[in-house]
């Protein structure tokens, strides 16, 4: 065995030498939770700490617990296989290669807008079917979290992205290729599904690559694609109309764009999931050392099909009926979301009716939801990321309390509300199309800054369990996102533009105080929660303060 002062020369010497390290300074859990003589207890009374349970499923036991083992496979403090410690290009390429294709998967929801026109002349089917193109799309993000989410945490991140994406490009030439209603239906849903894959695995991936200070940065860029597709689509996919091209082209364009990320998939993705890459290694050192004691948590797992499927589909759903915190977030982004793709409804009645405007120009009108969104990322990355570098510094080495997520959201939650009442009651024919169209600045400003704040809380509060967490929640906010167009249509033509947008509007304003609750009630909420640890830290420039008064 080499030296304890030697570099280690092979993967076997390198793991027989930090197998002895304390796993504690592992990057990979850079976020979990802080144990000090003042720390409270991470769950009440007797009850299991489910935190600690998954952290063991995924990493192993710490050195001196229970079923710990010097041949149990780890990274070392700075390990250049660590995903977090990859040099900051690579990061924040593979951060931009997730936007992508997130990009891609929700630019293809909503770019049928424009053609909806044509398909019903050529299929001979009504608005409401109409609306299913875009609807149906969005329901398979229903289905895409329960399979790919779980799916990536047990295989990788990279087989999940190469077979999904394949897949899904083949969904796009059957919707080109379609001779019916039904056939187009069905590969919509499917390519749905499918797409979901990275909305799922994109921000596993974000979280895998970053630390806590870095990941809100991160999550600006990557939280700007889910907006900047839908509103880029009807652009695109209007204007193609207007050009005379043929309605399969866009499926056509789709498919072109599916088929480039897929290439770069395949050729610069590597996996970023530390549990699979601890497996691989582990695989490496039995065949170089010809020792089969050399194992990775994740291989340990011996679970019967009915479990498999409990931790799949039953533990993100348990966790959001049992956790209070959860389901009014949930309820708040997937109100929010739906909304969001309501307008794609909403705004042809304005502007195509009422301004007389055509597909290309109706799609154009869209383009403020996007800037808006990216104002609000440059906001976010200018003003509040910086305050919470300074905040990490104030509690380091202890995380900073979520709640401070949430200061971002009690701003934005008004600004979402007021663009309902604007964009309604501006939306006369004979006032100028520009005052319904800005009110679209505001709603994509404060779109991005609710779910920045909301996302960043979710995972900062659940930790360990934060892909269950968000698992859940993508799937109610799908099932919003796919059933607020199907009604959009029956209500702006019964209640008109101003009362339908007053109302919700309304319903915008009666959840606007949830981050206030949430900033006042959270820590007690997770001190009682048995899914969320709680720590209670205070920041070093207070215990400073508290120190000297106590000399005094």
């Given at each position: 065995?080499?030296?304890?002062?030697?570099?280690?020369?092979?993967?076997?010497?390198?793991?027989?030498?930090?197998?002895?390290?304390?796993?504690?300074?592992?990057?990979?859990?850079?976020?979990?939770?802080?144990?000090?003589?003042?720390?409270?207890?991470?769950?009440?009374?007797?009850?299991?700490?489910?935190?600690?349970?998954?952290?063991?499923?995924?990493?192993?036991?710490?050195?001196?617990?229970?079923?710990?083992?010097?041949?149990?496979?780890?990274?070392?403090?700075?390990?250049?296989?660590?995903?977090?410690?990859?040099?900051?290009?690579?990061?924040?390429?593979?951060?931009?290669?997730?936007?992508?294709?997130?990009?891609?998967?929700?630019?293809?929801?909503?770019?049928?807008?424009?053609?909806?026109?044509?398909?019903?002349?050529?299929?001979?089917?009504?608005?409401?079917?109409?609306?299913?193109?875009?609807?149906?799309?969005?329901?398979?993000?229903?289905?895409?979290?329960?399979?790919?989410?779980?799916?990536?945490?047990?295989?990788?991140?990279?087989?999940?992205?190469?077979?999904?994406?394949?897949?899904?490009?083949?969904?796009?030439?059957?919707?080109?290729?379609?001779?019916?209603?039904?056939?187009?239906?069905?590969?919509?849903?499917?390519?749905?599904?499918?797409?979901?894959?990275?909305?799922?695995?994109?921000?596993?991936?974000?979280?895998?690559?970053?630390?806590?200070?870095?990941?809100?940065?991160?999550?600006?860029?990557?939280?700007?694609?889910?907006?900047?597709?839908?509103?880029?689509?009807?652009?695109?996919?209007?204007?193609?109309?207007?050009?005379?091209?043929?309605?399969?082209?866009?499926?056509?364009?789709?498919?072109?764009?599916?088929?480039?990320?897929?290439?770069?998939?395949?050729?610069?993705?590597?996996?970023?999931?530390?549990?699979?890459?601890?497996?691989?290694?582990?695989?490496?050192?039995?065949?170089?050392?010809?020792?089969?004691?050399?194992?990775?948590?994740?291989?340990?797992?011996?679970?019967?099909?009915?479990?498999?499927?409990?931790?799949?589909?039953?533990?993100?759903?348990?966790?959001?009926?049992?956790?209070?915190?959860?389901?009014?977030?949930?309820?708040?982004?997937?109100?929010?979301?739906?909304?969001?793709?309501?307008?794609?409804?909403?705004?042809p009645i304005v502007f195509t009716v009422g301004h007389h405007l055509n597909a290309g120009l109706t799609g154009l009108t869209f383009l403020p939801i996007f800037v808006g969104g990216c104002i609000g990322c440059f906001g976010y990355i200018l003003y509040w990321n910086p305050i919470y570098i300074r905040l990490s510094k104030q509690y380091a080495p202890a995380p900073v309390?979520?709640?401070?997520?949430?200061?971002?959201?009690?701003?934005?939650?008004?600004?979402?509300?007021?663009?309902?009442?604007?964009?309604?009651?501006?939306?006369?024919?004979?006032?100028?199309?520009?005052?319904?169209?800005?009110?679209?600045?505001?709603?994509?400003?404060?779109?991005?800054?609710?779910?920045?704040?909301?996302?960043?809380?979710?995972?900062?509060?659940?930790?360990?369990i934060a892909a269950s967490a968000l698992a859940s929640t993508t799937v109610i906010r799908s099932l919003f996102g796919a059933g607020f167009p199907l009604f959009a249509n029956q209500m702006y033509e019964k209640l008109n533009p101003r009362w339908a947008s007053t109302l919700l509007g309304c319903i915008a304003l009666l959840m606007t105080p949830i981050p206030f609750v949430?900033?006042?009630?959270?820590?007690?909420?997770?001190?009682?929660?048995?899914?969320?640890?709680?720590?209670?830290?205070?920041?070093?420039?207070?215990?400073?303060?508290?120190?000297?008064?106590?000399?005094?």
């Open positions: 065995m080499s030296s304890p002062l030697a570099v280690p020369q092979s993967e076997a010497d390198r793991f027989e030498l930090t197998s002895q390290l304390p796993a504690s300074n592992t990057a990979s859990r850079s976020s979990s939770t802080i144990i000090g003589e003042n720390d409270r207890p991470l769950s009440v009374g007797d009850r299991e700490d489910v935190n600690e349970e998954y952290r063991r499923e995924a990493y192993g036991p710490e050195p001196g617990e229970k079923g710990w083992d010097e041949f149990e496979v780890r990274f070392a403090p700075d390990d250049p296989d660590d995903p977090h410690t990859w040099s900051r290009v690579k990061r924040w390429y593979l951060t931009a290669l997730s936007g992508l294709l997130v990009l891609n998967a929700t630019f293809a929801s909503s770019i049928p807008a424009g053609i909806i026109p044509h398909l019903m002349a050529e299929f001979h089917f009504g608005t409401e079917v109409g609306a299913l193109l875009i609807s149906l799309f969005v329901a398979g993000y229903c289905v895409g979290p329960i399979l790919w989410g779980p799916l990536s945490e047990q295989y990788g991140r990279r087989p999940i992205a190469l077979s999904s994406f394949a897949v899904y490009t083949c969904f796009q030439v059957g919707c080109a290729l379609s001779k019916n209603t039904a056939s187009i239906l069905v590969f919509r849903f499917l390519g749905g599904t499918f797409a979901a894959a990275p909305l799922t695995n994109s921000g596993g991936i974000i979280s895998d690559i970053w630390d806590a200070d870095t990941r809100g940065l991160a999550l600006a860029f990557f939280t700007l694609a889910p907006f900047a597709g839908p509103s880029l689509g009807p652009t695109v996919g209007g204007f193609m109309v207007v050009a005379g091209v043929s309605w399969r082209w866009v499926f056509w364009l789709l498919t072109m764009f599916a088929g480039v990320c897929f290439v770069l998939i395949v050729f610069t993705l590597p996996e970023t999931h530390a549990p699979t890459l601890l497996v691989q290694r582990a695989k490496r050192l039995r065949k170089q050392t010809g020792d089969s004691r050399w194992w990775a948590p994740l291989e340990k797992e011996d679970l019967t099909i009915t479990q498999r499927l409990e931790t799949i589909v039953a533990r993100p759903f348990k966790i959001l009926i049992l956790e209070p915190m959860l389901l009014s977030i949930t309820l708040y982004m997937s109100f929010v979301y739906g909304c969001l793709y309501l307008m794609f409804e909403a705004y309390p979520p709640e401070f997520r949430l200061d971002i959201c009690m701003y934005a939650g008004p600004g979402f509300a007021l663009t309902f009442f604007w964009f309604g009651w501006t939306s006369y024919p004979e006032v100028s199309l520009w005052a319904p169209m800005m009110s679209g600045l505001v709603m994509g400003f404060s779109v991005v800054w609710i779910f920045l704040g909301l996302f960043n809380y979710l995972i900062d509060a659940y930790l360990f949430l900033k006042h009630y959270g820590p007690t909420l997770r001190r009682n929660s048995k899914f969320a640890p709680s720590v209670d830290v205070l920041p070093k420039f207070e215990t400073k303060e508290t120190e000297n008064s106590s000399l005094a």
